[in-house]
């Protein structure tokens, strides 16, 4: 994730906090016979949705949408095939990584002052943050160190039977504290249940009920699920919405800790609510929870919802829950259908090659008359096969002009960010194919632009100096584009001109035989010996010609192989300093206005 990334995402993040963060306190207020379980988990949420959106950018696409009408683009299909026509000879995963070492480069080059700036300070406060924690943490080592194991043994047997009797596997560790007013949970993966001792200790019902408020904390799993919250706190320190949030929640949480204590019985209640009062006000433990309200008003709130009052249906508590879940948490984002695939129109058939023409039998040699012991003249050797000529090229039955693509394509997952350079029939890409049709069809067919995008926002540049900026920096680009095209084709020729000299061998060694044959009605031994000097005529000139056939191809693909190779290197240095251009424009663009938002 580079800086510019965390910055949007922080922003977005922080915006829909505060969208999220009305929904849930208007739905409290709406409701207000909305139990405090249920207000807790809408509050949680709060801060779950922060986390996502930070680590979470990819939304979930739902595919409710009308499906476009199916059309058939001819650039899209060609396009993965012509992205490296003009680069044959480079390999493309070392391309690949160095373009992306240049885009790495680029970006940081790229990146504006106070971006950075910015970044430094939120790292600084996530750490102040972190710093605070880590003190907490001690302090409650330290307290715990200051503890000593309770030793009345009736307590700790009664301590095990309500923790059976709430679900849990274990019993916390029960030890007393001298420096504590109140009970408290401490430790969110060992937890240790602290009784005050000394003149703060509580005894008969009065240490029932405390007892039973910590348990509904650990059976609740109150300890593991404040931890996303204090996360989101640290992440989303400056978010003033985001501090309420996780204050609602931990009120909220009590709240349902009291309810479940009190349970239905109204005679608890006053007695519930004198303890509440006994234990007053003590700051809550960042590692813990406590039975005691961490400020007056917190005290006030949770004396008020000890009143009895109608409550709201359990169904409508889970209905607002999980609409607020699908509505305000999870990425969610409607889409298009996927259109049908459409038939793609059948390919015109190209002309048949012609058939090179068989060469003729070789004839019988006539028996002369009155010959004997005469050899035969031997038959000639089996001609090579003419080369097949390639077949004529197709010609485009669609009317669209075919466009040339320099640079890197991805054809596998999307990048998060891409640049496109239209420059009338040519284009320079750095992306994914998708990127360069939606490139096109944002500026129009045959309109030259700079097209880019971040994420899932597109933005066009039609500004003239910038355009021209980013035509000089990809200049170089397309002119070795096209000296690779002619070493390609150069090529080409030469595995032709092979082949035609290999026929033209071919063909002159039937001549010579054949007038060899013709010999032998005039005389037979000079037949046979003008066979003998055909067979090693040919032989000869088979492999003189064909060995120095191979001796000047392989010469001069060797030569064409060094010159791609240093066309590829340049290609690579000079794509890394277009990606580096780019990002200098696309950083212009947008902080000059300059860059339309599509």
Same mark, same amino acid.
């Given at each position: +994730?580079?800086i510019?990334?965390? &910055?949007e995402?922080?922003?977005?993040?922080s915006?829909?906090?505060?969208?999220l963060?009305?929904?849930?306190?208007?739905?409290?207020?709406?409701?207000?016979?909305?139990?405090?379980?249920?207000?807790?988990?809408?509050?949680?949420?709060?801060?779950?949705?922060?986390?996502? %959106?930070?680590?979470?950018?990819?939304?979930l696409?739902?595919?409710?949408?009308?499906?476009?009408? *199916?059309?058939?683009?001819?650039?899209?299909?060609?396009?993965a095939?012509?992205?490296y026509?003009?680069?044959?000879?480079?390999? *493309?995963?070392?391309?690949?990584?160095?373009?992306?070492?240049?885009s790495?480069d680029?970006? *940081?080059?790229?990146?504006?002052?106070?971006?950075?700036?910015?970044?430094?300070?939120?790292?600084?406060?996530v750490?102040?943050?972190?710093?605070?924690?880590?003190?907490?943490w001690?302090?409650?080592?330290?307290?715990?160190?200051?503890?000593?194991?309770? $030793?009345?043994?009736?307590?700790?047997?009664?301590?095990?039977?309500?923790?059976?009797?709430? =679900?849990?596997?274990r019993?916390?560790?029960?030890?007393?504290s001298?420096?504590?007013?109140?009970?408290?949970?401490?430790?969110?993966?060992?937890?240790?249940?602290?009784?005050?001792?000394?003149?703060?200790?509580?005894?008969?019902?009065?240490?029932? +009920?405390? &007892?039973t408020?910590?348990?509904?904390?650990?059976?609740?799993?109150?300890l593991?699920?404040?931890?996303?919250?204090a996360?989101?706190?640290?992440?989303?320190?400056?978010?003033p919405l985001? @501090?309420?949030?996780?204050s609602?929640?931990?009120?909220a949480? !009590?709240?349902?800790? $009291?309810?479940?204590v009190v =349970? %239905?019985?109204?005679?608890?209640?006053?007695?519930?609510?004198?303890?509440?009062?006994?234990?007053g006000?003590?700051?809550?433990?960042?590692?813990?929870?406590a039975s005691?309200?961490?400020?007056?008003?917190?005290?006030? @709130?949770?004396l008020?919802?000890?009143?009895?009052?109608?409550?709201?249906?359990?169904?409508?508590?889970?209905?607002?829950?999980?609409?607020?879940?699908?509505? %305000?948490?999870?990425?969610?984002?409607?889409?298009?259908?996927p259109?049908?695939?459409?038939v793609?129109?059948?390919?015109?058939?190209a002309p048949?090659?012609?058939?090179?023409?068989?060469?003729?039998?070789?004839?019988?040699?006539?028996?002369?008359?009155?010959?004997?012991?005469?050899?035969?003249?031997?038959?000639v050797p089996?001609?090579?096969a003419?080369?097949?000529?390639?077949?004529?090229?197709?010609a485009?039955?669609?009317?669209?002009?075919? /466009?040339?693509?320099?640079?890197?394509?991805?054809?596998?997952?999307?990048?998060?960010? *891409?640049?496109?350079?239209?420059?009338d029939?040519?284009?320079?890409?750095d992306?994914?194919?998708d990127?360069?049709?939606?490139?096109?069809?944002?500026?129009?067919?045959?309109?030259?632009g700079?097209?880019?995008?971040?994420?899932?926002q597109?933005?066009?540049?039609?500004?003239? /100096?910038?355009?021209?900026?980013?035509?000089?920096a990809?200049?170089?680009?397309?002119r070795?584009?096209?000296?690779?095209?002619?070493?390609?084709?150069?090529? %080409? !020729?030469?595995?032709?001109r092979?082949?035609?000299?290999?026929?033209?061998?071919?063909?002159?060694?039937?001549?010579?035989?054949?007038?060899?044959?013709? +010999?032998?009605?005039?005389?037979?031994?000079?037949?046979?010996?003008?066979?003998?000097?055909s067979?090693?005529?040919?032989? =000869?000139?088979?492999?003189?010609?064909?060995g120095?056939?191979?001796?000047?191809?392989?010469?001069?693909?060797?030569?064409?192989?060094? !010159?791609?190779a240093?066309l =590829?290197?340049?290609?690579?240095?000079?794509?890394?300093?277009?990606?580096?251009?780019?990002?200098?424009?696309?950083a212009?663009?947008?902080?000059?206005?300059?860059?339309?938002?599509?």
């Amino acid at each position: +994730m580079d800086i510019i990334m965390l &910055l949007e995402r922080l922003g977005w993040t922080s915006l829909q906090t505060v969208l999220l963060v009305a929904l849930v306190w208007a739905v409290c207020r709406v409701v207000p016979s909305l139990g405090a379980a249920a207000r807790c988990r809408l509050w949680w949420l709060v801060s779950l949705q922060a986390v996502m %959106g930070l680590f979470w950018a990819q939304p979930l696409q739902l595919a409710v949408l009308p499906a476009p009408a *199916a059309v058939s683009d001819p650039f899209a299909a060609g396009m993965a095939e012509a992205a490296y026509v003009h680069a044959p000879g480079l390999s *493309a995963q070392w391309l690949a990584s160095g373009l992306d070492r240049a885009s790495a480069d680029g970006l *940081a080059m790229a990146t504006p002052w106070w971006a950075m700036l910015l970044a430094v300070l939120w790292l600084a406060g996530v750490l102040l943050m972190a710093w605070r924690t880590a003190g907490e943490w001690r302090r409650s080592r330290a307290l715990l160190a200051a503890a000593v194991p309770c $030793d009345d043994q009736a307590l700790v047997r009664a301590l095990q039977l309500a923790a059976e009797a709430h =679900g849990l596997r274990r019993a916390p560790r029960l030890w007393m504290s001298a420096q504590v007013d109140a009970p408290q949970v401490v430790g969110p993966l060992r937890p240790v249940l602290l009784l005050p001792a000394g003149e703060n200790a509580l005894q008969g019902d009065a240490l029932d +009920m405390a &007892l039973t408020h910590e348990l509904q904390h650990l059976a609740r799993c109150d300890l593991q699920w404040g931890l996303l919250p204090a996360l989101a706190q640290h992440l989303f320190f400056f978010h003033p919405l985001l @501090r309420l949030a996780v204050s609602e929640y931990a009120q909220a949480r !009590e709240e349902a800790v $009291d309810a479940a204590v009190v =349970g %239905g019985r109204g005679e608890r209640r006053q007695d519930y609510g004198r303890l509440l009062l006994r234990l007053g006000v003590m700051p809550r433990p960042h590692l813990g929870v406590a039975s005691a309200a961490p400020s007056k008003g917190s005290l006030k @709130r949770r004396l008020l919802s000890l009143q009895q009052r109608q409550a709201c249906p359990k169904m409508v508590a889970t209905a607002l829950t999980l609409a607020v879940l699908a509505v %305000g948490v999870l990425p969610l984002r409607l889409v298009a259908a996927p259109p049908p695939p459409p038939v793609p129109p059948s390919p015109p058939v190209a002309p048949a090659a012609p058939r090179p023409l068989a060469a003729p039998a070789a004839l019988a040699a006539p028996r002369p008359p009155a010959a004997p012991d005469a050899p035969p003249a031997p038959p000639v050797p089996a001609l090579p096969a003419v080369p097949a000529a390639p077949p004529p090229p197709v010609a485009s039955s669609t009317g669209v002009t075919s /466009m040339v693509t320099h640079g890197r394509l991805d054809l596998g997952q999307r990048p998060y960010s *891409a640049h496109v350079l239209i420059d009338d029939d040519e284009s320079h890409a750095d992306g994914a194919v998708d990127d360069v049709q939606q490139a096109r069809r944002d500026l129009g067919d045959r309109s030259t632009g700079f097209w880019f995008r971040q994420g899932d926002q597109r933005y066009v540049v039609r500004d003239r /100096m910038l355009v021209q900026q980013m035509q000089a920096a990809y200049a170089d680009a397309a002119r070795i584009g096209h000296e690779q095209a002619e070493l390609g084709r150069r090529q %080409g !020729e030469l595995g032709a001109r092979t082949g035609e000299q290999a026929r033209q061998l071919a063909l002159k060694a039937a001549d010579e035989a054949m007038a060899a044959i013709g +010999m032998a009605d005039i005389n037979r031994e000079a037949a046979a010996e003008a066979a003998r000097a055909s067979r090693a005529a040919v032989r =000869g000139a088979r492999a003189a010609g064909h060995g120095a056939a191979l001796a000047d191809l392989a010469s001069r693909q060797a030569a064409l192989g060094v !010159e791609q190779a240093a066309l =590829g290197r340049r290609q690579a240095e000079i794509h890394a300093r277009a990606a580096r251009e780019a990002r200098k424009v696309i950083a212009q663009a947008l902080a000059d206005g300059r860059a339309e938002k599509r």
